[in-house]
């Protein structure tokens, strides 16, 4: 054999391994996105956890990962979430056998039936445990061709990892009797006593239990366990189409478009169906807008706040085109179990001697003297000298969803479209029942509050040092029309 035929052999076996690695190995190859790495964190300190998320996003394929990681005891180095350090054993749960054989035995294997594909899925090819006569020691379900019952995995410990297939159209007999470490259940278990009953298998080993689904069937048992509020012990993480990044962006519109308009919130943007509860049932896409680079200086600029009593405290950063009408929504802030001087600090970061719009119960005192709003305005935060209210004196809620309503409608409010926690809420708004579910509603209701004192948004630049005696503060740099003052004074 001459030199270069013998390099030229190397260079082939070379790719030969470097494709037969890739293709048997790809486990090691899959980097997450954010949200799906966030999802498999979470697993350290919570039982319980959804990933409640958009079709197509990869919310099956880090499921699949997570479960090939607890077989083989085999963790990435970013990994943050639950580990063994011994083999494991689990159940691979999804609607039916055809169903679970078709999209989790073929990520986690290979495509079923297909002899020289075994072993491409997210558990290495290796790792499967082998019997005497070379064959691979898998158990075939009754029923169902090339469907797996149970697989064993060699772990990093050096023992077997046990891995068992389950359909929901089994029934809850086959949901009984042995004791699990961990569970996958790939798309919703209805009914809910399936979920119960894995959950009863989990409960003497510290076990933990992921699911991912697309919510089609809107408040389900199973959903209220995680939304809008999660129960103790549960967590959930909500992945939209645009946190997909193998979608290309110009594919996006048209993928929400194809879905039929009461199906997008669930299937675009892993958002609950609501049915007749929905109150804002534009999609997005209607109010979205690209981030304005540099606003027009005669656009207006007003703060509306939300103060999280009890709750969240969430601002709204709304820069008010008065010519045509339009409001404009371009920051948001939401913070939990934070203290007034860090949310006055975040919003004078992000805009400063701005007015700020407030809610009724700003006027409830903390002490003898302070009251809510008038620790903000100490903070220096321009508070509003009344707290907000339509012309005509009211501060309705409905009298506000009205307007948005209208406006939305009409073309007359818009949202940057990189505000993602702003359209978090927008999607999940509903009623209950004929009330308002007042949950997760927190920068819907620093908006509102933009809504009603619009009129006080105003443009150039406000100084503190420019108080009077009278309480309220000199505006500099545009005209006010009659009065040349603004109600400060909170």
Known sequence: ??????????????????????????????????????????GATYKERLLMAANRVGKTMIGAYETACHLTGEYPDWWLGRRWDRPTRGWIA????????????????????????????????????????????????????????TIQVRHASGGISIGRFKSYEQGKAKFQGETLDWAW????PDPIELYIEILTRLVTTRGILYTTFTPLEGETELVKRFWPVAQAGCAMVQMDIRDALHIPKEDIDAIIASYPQHMRDAKAHGIPMLGSGVIFDLPQETIAEDRIADLPSEWKKLWGIDFGVGHPFAAVLAAYDSEDDVIHI?????????????????????????????????????????????????????????????????????????ELQE?????????????????????????KDGDIVKVKDDLLSATMKIVMMKRFARTGQYSSKSLKKSGNYAYKGSSLGDTGKLPWGA
């Open 1 to 42: 054999m001459s030199e270069s035929t013998g390099r030229l052999k190397d260079i082939l076996e070379t790719l030969e391994a470097a494709t037969d690695l890739k293709k048997f190995r790809g486990f090691q190859f899959f980097q997450p996105y954010v949200l799906q790495a966030k999802f498999t964190e979470l």
């Open 94 to 149: 999804g609607v039916t056998s055809i169903a679970t054989r078709d999209i989790q035995q073929k990520l986690l294997c290979g495509e079923p039936g297909v002899v020289e594909d075994f072993g491409s899925g997210m558990i290495p090819r290796g790792a499967f445990v082998k019997k005497r006569d070379g064959s691979y020691d898998i158990s075939l379900a009754r029923g169902v061709t090339d469907s797996y019952d």
């Open 185 to 188: 259940c790939d798309e919703e």
């Open 330 to 402: 371009t920051h948001c802030y939401r913070s939990a179990g934070t203290f007034p001087l860090e949310h006055s600090a975040a919003m004078k970061a992000i805009a400063a001697n701005v007015p700020v719009a407030w809610p009724h119960d700003g006027t409830v005192r903390r002490g003898e003297e302070e009251t809510v709003a008038s620790i903000y305005k100490a903070h220096g935060l321009l508070m509003l000298g009344e707290h907000s209210t339509f012309v005509d004196g009211g501060y309705s809620t409905e009298a506000a969803i009205l």
């Open 407 to 431: 406006r939305m409608r009409t073309g007359r409010f818009k949202v940057a479209s990189h505000l993602s926690d702003w359209f978090d809420e927008y999607r999940s708004y509903h009623r």
